[in-house]
Every structure is written in C-alpha cells, then in structure tokens.
T-cell receptor, first 115, second 109 residues
Framework: EAGVVQSPRYKIIEKKQPVAFWCNPI?????LYWYLQNLGQGPELLIR????????DSQLPKDRFSAERLKGVDSTLKIQPAELGDSAVYLC?????????????FGEGSRLTVL | GIQVEQSPPDLILQEGANSTLRCNFSDSVNNLQWFHQNPWGQLINLFY???GTKQNGRLSATTVATERYSLLYISSSQTTDSGVYFCAVEPWGADGLTFGKGTHLIIQP
C-alpha cells in the first residue's frame, strides 16, 4: 500500500514569490491534514479536511496561505507571497476516521527555504 | 489549548542501553500517539495508546489517562533508534493532534 506522497521534497524561492505543495493521501483516508514544522519543534496543525470540507483552518494564516482539496482526495497548499519566516517543513498527513484508532500517517514533507 | 510536555528534551545513550521517555499533558484526551522522526525527517507512527499498555518488539508504551501522562520505553537501544520522539494528543471534543516538542535521542555505537 502506498503511503502519503508529497511533492516537491525541496523548494528554494525568493521572498514575495508564490509556492505550492501537493499531497496525495493514503487511498481511502477521508481525513487530510497539513502541518508546519519549524526546526527543533513539533508539527503544528495548519488545516484539517474531512473529505473535501475544511473543518479546522483556525491556524492557517489566511492572508497569504490557501489550501484546497478537490474531490476529497489530493490537496494543495499555497503560499502567496512567501516571507522569510515561512521557511520550514510542510507536512501532509492522513487518517481514516472510520478506523477507531485514527492513526496518523505522514508524508516525507516539503522543505521550503525562502531567501 | 492543551499543553504537552516531553522529557527529557535530549538523551544520549550507548548502544544496548534502555531508556524511558515521558509525556505529560494538561487535559483529558481520547487520542494519544507516539511518533519517531528519523534523521531524514520522516515521521513514523509507533503507537496509538490513549490508555493502557502496548508492546511492539523492543518498544513499549504505557498511558495512565487518569494521571495525564504516557511513557515510551526503548530496550536494547540500536543506532537506528536515533532521532526525535514525539508525543501527540487530542483532547475530548477536539479534532486534531497537538504535538509536544519532542525528545531528541542519540544512540552511540
């Protein structure tokens, strides 16, 4: 069974440029999460989707960040324009809420460097 | 929001040693998971353990929900156990895991 797939793995951009990250969750997982991880810290939730609906986006900086999950499968996280402080690893995770455990499975992450 | 404290923040051990990692949390939870982040950044789910005890090979975990803590035990450490161990919890009535800052474990050969 394929795991959570993210791309790109690495991205280097100059400040004020746009950037987008893509995530393909585990097949059949209806819940998808985007997390942000700064160096030396634990992941922090940005947004959670149940199917195609964003049910928790309270931590998403909506002035520059946007996300979508069309058809309830793949998801895209966009930053426009990027700032120096956005340099971090962006992690996508998925789980199946129909599974009693709700175990979370993470992708390898997309490491963003803003110059 | 819920507070998650992990200890110790850093731990350096020789290969073959045993270790105990602790996670304290500030509210009742219905979901608690332990993760291992390897040196390449990949987060691997180790245990789903909101209460009770589980074992998987050299690793085991115990959560005492009434006292709001969880312990991760690693026996006979190997160099491949190196990395950061995260505890993540989800309070009752909330959705989404809150992570602690992790314990950075280094196993020396």
């Amino acid at each position: 069974e394929a795991g959570v797939v993210q791309s790109p793995r690495y991205k280097i951009i100059e400040k004020k440029q746009p950037v987008a990250f893509w995530c393909n969750p585990i097949s059949g997982h209806n819940t998808l999460y985007w997390y942000l991880q700064n160096l030396g810290q634990g992941p922090e939730l940005l947004i959670r989707y149940e199917n195609e609906e964003a049910v928790d986006d309270s931590q998403l900086p909506k002035d520059r960040f946007s996300a979508e999950r069309l058809k309830g499968v793949d998801s895209t996280l966009k930053i426009q324009p990027a700032e120096l402080g956005d340099s971090a690893v962006y992690l996508c995770a998925s789980s199946s809420r129909t599974d009693a455990t709700g175990e979370l499975f993470f992708g390898e992450g997309s490491r963003l460097t803003v110059l | 929001g819920i507070q998650v404290e992990q200890s110790p923040p850093d731990l350096i051990l020789q290969e073959g040693a045993n270790s105990t990692l602790r996670c304290n949390f500030s509210d009742s939870v219905n979901n608690l998971q332990w993760f291992h982040q390897n040196p390449w950044g990949q987060l691997i789910n180790l245990f789903y353990i909101p209460s009770g005890t589980k074992q998987n090979g050299r690793l085991s975990a115990t959560t005492v929900a009434t006292e709001r803590y969880s312990l991760l035990y690693i026996s006979s450490s190997q160099t491949t156990d190196s990395g950061v161990y995260f505890c993540a919890v989800e309070p009752w009535g909330a959705d989404g895991l809150t992570f602690g800052k992790g314990t950075h474990l280094i196993i020396q050969p």
